[in-house]
Nanobody, 117 residues
Framework: QVQLVESGGGLVQPGGSLRLSCTAS????????MGWYRQAPGKQREMVAS?????VVADSVKGRFTISRDKAKNTVYLQMDSLKSEDTAVYYC?????????????WGQGTQVTVSS
């Protein structure tokens, strides 16, 4: 069984910074991609950033958010700078992980990020 656990969300003022972390644990043989999605109230879940061979960052956060990974620790990070109110959402990490003889996408439980003065 594979679990992804996120941390680092919270309340921050506009212009501030937060760093999210997500660690995968369990019966893991290979981790392919890891990354982040977010879902704001009343909106669809959207991709924020992903890291596989290279990295991809959504246009809406490009230049403000940075994704990085520690592959030895099966951990992905999301450094969020210059936060705006529209970044308020629940942030979910995911991992494309080979476990039990197949690749599957696993999700974290989500962490709330609120940008407000």
């Amino acid at each position: 069984q594979v679990q992804l656990v996120e941390s680092g969300g919270g309340l921050v003022q506009p212009g501030g910074s937060l760093r999210l972390s997500c660690t995968a644990s369990g019966k893991i043989f290979v981790v392919n991609a890891m990354g982040w999605y977010r879902q704001a109230p009343g909106k669809q879940r959207e991709m924020v950033a992903s890291s596989a061979v290279g990295t991809v960052v959504a246009d809406s956060v490009k230049g403000r958010f940075t994704i990085s990974r520690d592959k030895a620790k099966n951990t992905v990070y999301l450094q969020m700078d210059s936060l705006k109110s529209e970044d308020t959402a629940v942030y979910y990490c995911y991992g494309d992980i080979y476990s039990d003889e197949r690749f599957e996408t696993y999700w974290g439980q989500g962490t709330q990020v609120t940008v407000s003065s």
